[in-house]
């Protein structure tokens, strides 16, 4: 009696080791992405034009200056990662075409379908609306000069695979800049010092790490922001 429950003991011990383990995915583990609010069939993009296009924003009213420290010429293309509602696409227009091309990129359907009707409406044949992922643009390698990615790098939740991904679409010796938001603890405002993770070094640290080589940063006097140029390794 004493040897059979001593082999039931043993049964049991080895079941439960051998048992795999349920992954529980309560609400409370679910990882919240900064994307997330975009991705809803419901998403008011006008809502969002007039928080993007507000003339009190950093990006917007200096629009010109940044767009103009680009350097950009006729017959570039570039990709504007995070690309929003597109104010920045016909400034751009202007500098590539006739035969540059614009890829806008986006992660929010919504905003592809404004995209696509403004540059319509502005008379941009150039631009091409590109849906892009989590960690890709998904666009052909080697396809484009620069890739200019402004306000939407601290949206990135994986940039180690973005970063990856942009070296693979930038032609030998192609550009990376990005604009974002300068968190100076004790200085920001309260809005940048709650979202924002990463200061101007924390990006430099990232970005030269393994793809990419700092080359300036432009000085255009923006009041919350930094505007940082990187060389394709």
Partial sequence: MFRLTLSIFFITIVSCAQTPKQDHHDTKDKVVSMNDKFMGDDLNVKLWQERFENRDRDVYKNREKIVASLDLKSGDHIADVGAGTGFYL?????????????????????FIEFIKARSVAENLPNVIASKGGLDTTNLPSSSVDMVFVCDTYHHFDQPAQMLKDFF????????LVIVDFNLVPG???EWILKHIKKTKEDYISEITNGFFKFSHESKINLDENFMLHFKRN
């Fill in 168 to 175: 693979r679409i930038l032609k030998p010796g192609g550009e």
């Fill in 90 to 110: 016909k400034l751009l227009h202007h500098k590539v075409a006739p035969t540059g091309k614009i890829y806008a990129v986006e992660l929010a359907p919504k």
């Fill in 187 to 189: 200085k920001s405002r």
